[in-house]
């Protein structure tokens, strides 16, 4: 089962999924906890680190937990620091026992990806679309509100109606009608 460890923390920090299986891995490591500590209170160790994007509140606990589980972190750009592998646009990655298709999808920040598997039916949104409409913030530096909706739809392209989960950068999971969700999205970020 997918667990947000970051879950009912009381500090500046993104989620953290840490998703088990034959590859057990982290979905970002979010920031200002310890969450290493979590790590083990479920689970003896982890393969890797996925990360959706690098914002500060994303990768603040990267160091601890490269150190205290001795894994790389898997992102789209390897010139930022901390990113040791690149996982391209379109490109398979196995979290837990699924295989998921990462997406670039720019518009938030330009190395964000999103994660999607139709044997799970299982969307990792980052901070491109949360629950009820809501989406990523374009007003920090790498934003572009035409690319994050071009990404939207992309994505919206790639799922299907029938979605059961989407777990986002921030807030809850949306495990009733997800994909109903993103398409408010797409809807809200071309009204503002």
């Known amino acids: ?53 690098t914002h500060r509140d994303h990768v603040g606990n990267l160091p601890a937990v490269k150190d205290a589980f001795d894994v790389d972190a898997w992102g789209y750009d390897t010139s930022i620091d901390g990113v040791d592998h690149a996982i391209a646009d379109e490109e398979t990655v196995q979290l837990g026992d699924h295989e998921y298709v990462a997406l670039h999808t720019p518009g938030h920040k330009n190395d964000h990806l999103c994660f999607h598997s139709s044997d799970a039916s299982v969307l990792f949104a980052g901070d491109l679309v949360f629950q009820n409409g809501s989406f990523g913030r374009t007003d920090l530096e790498e934003g572009d509100r035409d690319a994050l909706i071009e990404s939207i739809d992309r994505v919206l392209e790639r799922i299907d109606p029938g979605l059961e989960a989407m777990h986002t950068g921030h807030g809850p999971s949306v495990t009733s009608d997800p994909y109903d969700h993103v398409e408010l999205s797409a809807q809200m970020a071309r009204q503002m």
Not at 7 to 21: C, D, I, M, Y
């Open 1 to 53: 089962m997918i667990t947000n460890l970051a879950e009912g923390v009381r500090a500046f920090t993104s989620n953290v999924f840490l998703v088990p299986g034959d590859r057990p891995v982290l979905v970002d490591t979010g920031a200002n906890f310890d969450l290493a500590g979590a790590v083990r209170d479920r689970i003896d160790d982890i393969d890797a680190v996925i990360l959706t994007h």
